[in-house]
């Protein structure tokens, strides 16, 4: 079976341009979590669904970013505009029930100049 | 206070020793208790989950965790110089949420 895939694996962009990164949670997880990882504040939820609905956003850090899952198979998260406190590795991952593992994708890594 | 933290390390131990690393909790309702290994560049990866009282062992790897407490430790025993690498306590809840804590960097020297 194919792990959680993640898009693109680095990105370099300017300030104030928008990124986009892509998520394939595992087929069957009806749980997928966005975090964001950086060596000053760790590995940090930013929001999580379960079955395609928004369950807890509160980690978002502001309205540069969004996310959505349209379907089971496919999540997006937006920035934008972007800035380079943003330059961090984004994780995606997802589970099959609340309290079971959670598995990672490689994390996206970006930069922002 | 935060929602999960971890003992701040680094911590360094000499090949063959125990190494122990602790995590504290904030939320009595928390259900589920992870294990994450980090190798530096890449992605998460588990080395246990506990969810009742006491002790899960598997291999050189002891999981523990203390409710009353709110308290979840691991044990590496036999450590050896690939254990070197970032370890991340996780805990979850009946909803479905996972925090982590900040990490511990773990160097085992030969």
């Known amino acids: 079976d194919a792990g959680v895939i993640q898009s693109p694996r680095h990105e370099v962009t300017e300030m104030g341009q928008e990124v986009t990164l892509r998520c394939k949670p595992i087929s069957g997880h009806d749980y997928l979590f966005w975090y964001r990882q950086t060596m000053m504040r760790g590995l940090e939820l930013l929001i999580y669904?379960?079955?395609?609905?928004?369950?807890?956003d509160s980690g978002m850090p502001e309205d540069r970013f969004s996310a959505k899952m349209p379907n089971a198979s496919f999540s997006t998260l937006k920035i934008q505009p972007s800035e380079p406190r943003d330059s961090a590795v984004y994780f995606c991952a997802s589970n099959g029930g609340a309290g079971n593992t959670i598995y990672f994708g490689e994390g996206s890594w970006l930069t922002v100049v | 206070q935060k929602e999960v933290e971890q003992n701040s390390g680094p911590l360094s131990v000499p090949e063959g020793a125990i190494a122990s690393l602790n995590c504290t909790y904030s939320d009595r309702g928390s259900q589920s208790f992870f294990w994450y290994r980090q190798y530096s560049g890449k992605s998460p990866e588990l080395i246990m989950s506990?969810?009742?009282?006491g002790d899960k062992e598997d291999g050189r790897f002891t999981a523990q965790l203390n409710k009353a407490s709110q308290y979840v430790s691991l044990l590496i025993r036999d450590s050896q110089p690939s254990d070197s690498a970032t370890y991340l306590c996780a805990v979850g809840t009946s909803y479905g949420k996972l925090t982590f804590g900040q990490g511990t960097i773990l160097t085992v020297h030969p």
């Open positions: 669904f379960n079955n395609n609905v928004p369950i807890d």
């Open positions: 506990i969810y009742s009282n």
